[in-house]
């Protein structure tokens, strides 16, 4: 099954290549929260897909979904374009995103970046993965050397509680990025490039299949509190074990 999504995945990155370099259609969802015609283009195109090789699956995709509160056990979560505003500015970190949970496990998860060439892909229990090679996350165990990413949420009355944990983060540590797509930076965790990546206001397409790549990537993944209930409660944090416990500590003390 891995196989077939994984073709699944790369046919929408050949969607997404197709229009990253062409004018888009721009609609707002929100103040700040773009899509455009290729975001629709691509989640029916996965979505059509994935029901024919698991029919009785709900399927959660992030354009015609609005509330994320009834999660089946089964359940696909799609996000067609993780970073469009990358997207819109033609800017690279963009990704389609599929997460697929059965009786409420990770199973498979597939993160892929077409213009980079990135396919980040892990199977419940046999490891984690990027265009063939096994990843695993770093070893680092000391906040100030790591380097993290967060993103900031497209709700502004959220920014002053945001920024004041960015800071003391930023204050603590090596760097910060911000990629623009939750996806890709839960997978450079997965991948040793990003010690930490948290973010206090997500969706559950947005970390769905990350998630699975980071766990088998050797990653501990949780919600801003520390719960497993991620998926429900749209925050994450994901970390080596011991970074991750430090990173808790830290951003609640005080
Ligand atoms: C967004 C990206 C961004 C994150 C936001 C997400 P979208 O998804 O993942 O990095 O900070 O929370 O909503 O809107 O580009 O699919
Ligand atoms: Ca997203
Ligand atoms: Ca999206």
């Known amino acids: 099954m891995l196989k077939k ?15 990253f370099y062409k004018n888009k259609e721009v609609r707002y969802k929100g103040a700040s929260d773009l899509v455009t015609q290729y975001d629709v283009m691509v989640e029916d195109f996965v979505v059509d897909k994935i029901r024919k090789l698991y029919p009785s699956y709900q399927i959660m995709g992030e354009e015609s979904t609005t509330d994320t509160s009834n999660q089946a056990p089964n359940i696909i979560y799609i996000d067609p374009i993780d970073g469009t ?7 690279p970190f963009v990704a389609v995103s599929i997460g697929i949970y059965t ?39 000391d906040l100030s050397h790591s380097l993290f990413a967060t993103g900031f949420p497209y709700d502004k009355s959220t920014l002053p509680t945001v920024l004041k944990k960015f800071e003391k983060l930023l204050n603590k540590s090596q760097d910060a990025r911000r ?59 994901v970390a080596n074990g011991t970074l991750h416990k430090k990173f808790l500590e830290y951003i609640n003390e005080g």
Do not use: R
Not at 5 to 19: D, F, K, S
Not at 110 to 131: D, R, T
């Open 5 to 19: 999504v994984m073709e699944i995945a790369e046919e929408a990155g050949q969607i997404i290549l197709e229009g």
């Open 85 to 91: 505003t990358n997207f819109v500015h033609s800017y």
């Open 103 to 141: 009786e409420s496990v990770g199973d498979i998860g597939i993160v892929y970046n077409p213009i980079l060439k990135e396919m980040f892909y892990a199977q419940k229990g046999s490891g984690a993965f990027c265009n063939g090679t096994a990843i695993s996350v770093s070893k680092e165990d």
């Open 179 to 237: 990629s623009g797509s939750s996806a890709l930076d839960t997978c450079y965790v997965a991948k040793g490039s990003l010690d930490l990546y948290y973010e206090g206001a997500v969706k559950p397409w947005d970390i769905s299949a990350g998630a699975i790549i980071a766990t088998e990537a050797g990653g501990l993944i949780s919600d801003i509190n520390g719960s497993d209930q991620h998926l429900k409660t749209n925050s994450i944090i």
